[in-house]
């Protein structure tokens, strides 16, 4: 291959898909993924950068490094590639592209706590900028068990790849960042003592996802939303992710984690903190983490005597899904017989700040229930005085916008209207905005979208040490309470709504959206 013969030149020219991904020239990189074997890397990440060869989105000049303990051959890796694009990548593969980024691949074994392991990386680094004759920027992506996140930091230190005078160096570290407020201050301390923050990008990869980005468009590029966006006219909002799947194989992660953990500090809590943030000076890195972190620090931790009345916790039991019988968490594979963790989580949240006190937040996410759907539902507050006749208003109920991130990207509105006829009665009907329908094209990957990001440098859409320790302060007496004793935990049956006492958290004549 020719330098010429490039990864960017590679995308089928006309594309109608292409119009997703922006195509500004990206400096020269080469991705680094530890835990290249693993199961983020094989259906997320690998498949993301071959969507964006295949957009014609990545650096003209581009490698890709595995690195993982699984002894393999550059061949065998480039194989695992090639599958893990086949079988997970959003659209059917160009034998072309994914030849092209394929020789572009190659594979470092060797153990996170092993550092000849390290010293073999940094000599394939350098090869590649010998070969290339430039200097490639490198972005080390640790999708690895959380544990290795601090030994793998650390020796990158230790071998001199945590900083170049001739390139920009960064690190992408997954969730979950710690597992409560401490570690993840232990951790930011370990990880800032080797790298500077502005090299250091936590994805929470809903960030990534089109509707999330388009909830800052909706509400800074429309005058409608703004005046309405505070307490004066916000009853109550819901955030929900549900999932009609189980754990799956991860019963290893999950059983350490919970719902609490897995979904609620990370993607929930940034979900709430775009859509209650001030309106940033500029939508860039520094302008929207700060008034993101301003919300998540105006979130006073619960009292530990406060948790029973405003978090619910539960797990499945038996029950169905997709039609046929599924197993409760107790009996999926992996999970211990004593196991206390909670695949499902309700609380009430309280943003205490002028826009946002007294308006209840109620969060919701679980496994194993009724159907998928991450949504948010703003519930404004109801018409002062009904004038009309007695029965005639029966219909009316108060207006909700819901910014809907899957599965049917979109948004709606609800308003009462008059239906057709001669009598005055009036129903709630939908004003949809539907992203499959307005914009014809399929919305990329989340991680697509935040592995660009990563290249070119730009971390608005990534949680800056002081928004991820903000997040685990909220949730932090939530953990220590179900820690303890905690009481019983109760069941709903896989393939429900979840369990009934998630209802006791919401205000009088509120009930959580159906699912
Ligand atoms: C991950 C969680 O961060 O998000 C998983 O670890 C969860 O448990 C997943 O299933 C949900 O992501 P998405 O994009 O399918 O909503």
Known sequence: MTMTDTLAESSPAENPLAAGLERTPVAPTTLVIFGASGDLARRKLLPAVYNLAHEGALPERFNVIGMSRRELSDEEFRAQVGRAVEEHSR???????????????SYVPGAFDDPDAFGRLAETLAARDEEAGTAFNPVFYLSTAPSFFEPIVEALGAH???????????????????????????????????FEERQVY????????????????????????????????????????????????????????????DIVQSHLLQL?????????????????RDEKAKVLRSMVPMLPEEVPGRAVRARYGPGFSEGLPAAGYLEEEGVPEDSRTETFVAARLDVQNWRWSGVPFYLRAGKRLTRQATEIAVTLKPVPHLAFQEGDASGVRPNQLILSVQPNEG?????????????????????????????LSQSPEAYERLILDT????????????????????????????????????????????PREADALLEPGVGWRPL
């Open 411 to 439: 948004v709606s509105l609800s308003l009462v209207t008059k239906i057709p006829g001669a009598k005055s009665r009036v129903r709630p009907v939908n004003m949809e905005f539907l992203y499959g329908t307005s914009f």
């Open 91 to 105: 659209r059917p593969p160009d034998p072309h592209v994914l030849r092209l980024l394929l020789e572009r691949a």
């Open 160 to 194: 001199g790849l945590d900083r170049r005078p001739d390139a920009d160096v960064r690190v992408v570290i997954e969730k979950p960042f710690g597992r409560d407020l401490a570690s993840a201050r232990a951790l930011n301390a370990a990880v800032l003592r080797v």
């Open 202 to 261: 936590r994805i929470d990869h809903y960030l990534g996802k089109e509707t999330v980005q388009n909830m800052m468009v909706l509400r800074f590029a429309n005058g409608i939303f703004e005046p309405l966006w505070n307490r004066q006219f916000i009853d109550h909002v819901q955030i929900t992710a549900a999932e009609d799947i189980g754990i799956g194989t991860r019963a290893g992660y999950y059983d350490s984690a919970g719902a609490l953990r």
């Open 455 to 498: 290249m070119r440098g730009d971390p608005t859409l990534f949680a800056r040490n002081d928004e991820v320790e903000a997040a685990w302060a909220v949730v932090d007496p939530i953990l220590s309470s179900w820690g303890g004793d905690g009481g019983p935990i109760p069941t709903y049956p896989a393939g429900t709504a979840g």
């Open 272 to 288: 709430l903190s775009i859509l209650c943030m001030e309106p940033p000076v500029s939508l860039t890195a520094g302008p929207v």
